[in-house]
């Protein structure tokens, strides 16, 4: 009995260290427009609704950058820099819902 309590916290405390937390406090009533080739929805789109449309309980970014738009495929993620004032933050966009050019979009921040 021992040693299944000591695995188990083992496994835990791995567990801990190796899982990122997704912090979703925005549902998927962002919607953009996917344009050009591939298509996606361009970089300077996905950041102007990240920053709108993501409410983080108690503040709102100032502002966020994103390295690239977000393909208009369901599932497709970007990794973008969310700033709340001198502190910054990963956030994950993804596209939660894609019906033809319009793509749903989704927020994270990631811990």
Same mark, same amino acid.
């Given at each position: 009995?021992?040693?299944?309590?000591?695995?188990?916290?083992?496994?835990?405390?791995?567990?801990?260290?190796?899982?990122?937390?997704?912090?979703?406090?925005?549902?998927?009533?962002?919607?953009?427009?996917?344009?050009?080739?591939?298509?996606?929805?361009?970089?300077?789109?996905?950041? $102007?609704?990240?920053?709108?449309?993501?409410?983080?309980?108690?503040?709102?970014? @100032?502002? +966020? /950058?994103?390295?690239? =738009? #977000?393909?208009?495929?369901?599932?497709?993620?970007?990794?973008?820099?969310?700033?709340?004032?001198? $502190?910054?933050?990963?956030?994950?966009?993804?596209?939660?819902?894609?019906?033809? @050019?319009? +793509? /749903?979009?989704?927020? =994270? #921040?990631?811990?």
């Amino acid at each position: 009995m021992k040693r299944i309590i000591i695995a188990l916290s083992v496994v835990a405390v791995l567990a801990a260290g190796v899982v990122t937390v997704v912090v979703n406090t925005a549902g998927d009533g962002s919607v953009a427009t996917a344009s050009g080739k591939g298509p996606a929805v361009p970089r300077t789109d996905v950041e $102007k609704r990240a920053a709108e449309d993501f409410s983080y309980p108690g503040d709102d970014p @100032d502002s +966020v /950058s994103c390295p690239s =738009g #977000l393909p208009a495929k369901k599932g497709a993620t970007v990794r973008c820099t969310a700033a709340f004032g001198k $502190k910054h933050q990963t956030m994950e966009v993804y596209a939660a819902k894609v019906e033809g @050019d319009q +793509v /749903s979009l989704g927020f =994270g #921040l990631l811990k």
